[in-house]
């Protein structure tokens, strides 16, 4: 890899269910990946402005509480703040409903209980990648 992918894994709102986000920012950690991980119950203003300062590829958010429903704030504080290129995509459980809701605010994707953890690795590669290549054009 030519570069190291850097992803945020963090959880917005008040779920303080992290298992299943640190397992997810271990197994990226251990492909090569540079991680930064936020304990629980991050407010939005905040993740935005970690994200921005650590210039992040990709923005992972784990959910298990109904807390995926505010990351379309997410997604607009993001954009208000011109980092509309990072990558979102959410890890938890999110209905079927919820996330055609959240595939239409602009989450790359939405990955379920039961995913593969290489499967993610590979899609944060890729995504990292493709925002690398439009920030720093050939």
């Known amino acids: 890899m030519a570069f190291r992918p850097k992803v945020l894994v963090t959880k917005i709102g008040l779920d303080g269910h992290d298992r299943g986000s640190r397992l997810v920012a271990a197994h990226l950690r251990d492909a090569g990946m540079e991680v930064v991980y936020t304990p629980p119950w991050q407010e939005i203003a905040a993740v935005v402005k970690l994200a921005q300062e650590e210039d992040v590829d990709v923005i992972g958010v784990s959910s298990l509480a109904t807390d995926h429903l505010i990351v379309p704030r997410l997604m607009a504080a ?18 079927d409903a919820d996330e055609r809701a959240l595939l239409d605010a602009g989450v790359a994707r939405v990955f379920h209980p039961g995913s ?20 720093f054009p050939a």
């Open 78 to 95: 993001l954009r208000e703040a011109r980092l509309d290129d990072v990558v979102v995509i959410v890890g938890g459980i999110v209905p």
């Open 116 to 135: 593969s953890l290489d499967d993610i690795a590979a899609f944060v590669r890729d995504a990292a990648a493709r925002v690398r290549a439009a920030r």
